[in-house]
Nanobody
Framework: DVQLQASGGGLVQPGGSLRLSCAAS????????IGWFRQAPGLEREGVSC????????YYVDSVKGRFTISRDNAKNMVYLQMNSLKPEDTAVYFC???????????????????????WGQGTQVTVSS
């Protein structure tokens, strides 16, 4: 069975950094794309970042470009989201998700639409506050 487990969240001050991890099992990790999504209280879930099955292509929502970096280690079935220069607006529950591969040219479509991702981890809370 497919399992995704997100971890690494916590409380940080504005400007701080945090690295989220997503551990995957139950599927051939290297064959699938992985995405990070987040949901703040009262808001819809939004796509944050996605990486292709190989890790060669990435997508970032405009609000995190230059601050967040997604990476994956297929040998370890792990994907990471390095978050730097965190802002209070980044406060949310962060989820990792998995879906079949897609062309990188369609990243803006898939990576921004949670409904396109069938498998999800439980989420990890990130709170950015003074």
């Amino acid at each position: 069975d497919v399992q995704l487990q997100a971890s690494g969240g916590g409380l940080v001050q504005p400007g701080g950094s945090l690295r989220l991890s997503c551990a995957a099992s139950g599927f051939t990790f290297r064959d699938y794309a992985i995405g990070w999504f987040r949901q703040a209280p009262g808001l819809e879930r939004e796509g944050v970042s996605c990486t292709s099955s190989s890790g060669g292509s990435t997508y970032y929502v405009d609000s995190v470009k230059g601050r967040f970096t997604i990476s994956r280690d297929n040998a370890k079935n792990m994907v990471y989201l390095q978050m730097n220069s965190l802002k209070p607006e980044d406060t949310a529950v962060y989820f990792c998700a998995m879906r079949t591969r897609f062309a990188y040219s369609t990243g803006n479509y898939f990576c921004t639409r949670p409904v396109q991702w069938p498998y999800w981890g439980q989420g990890t809370q990130v709170t950015v506050s003074s």
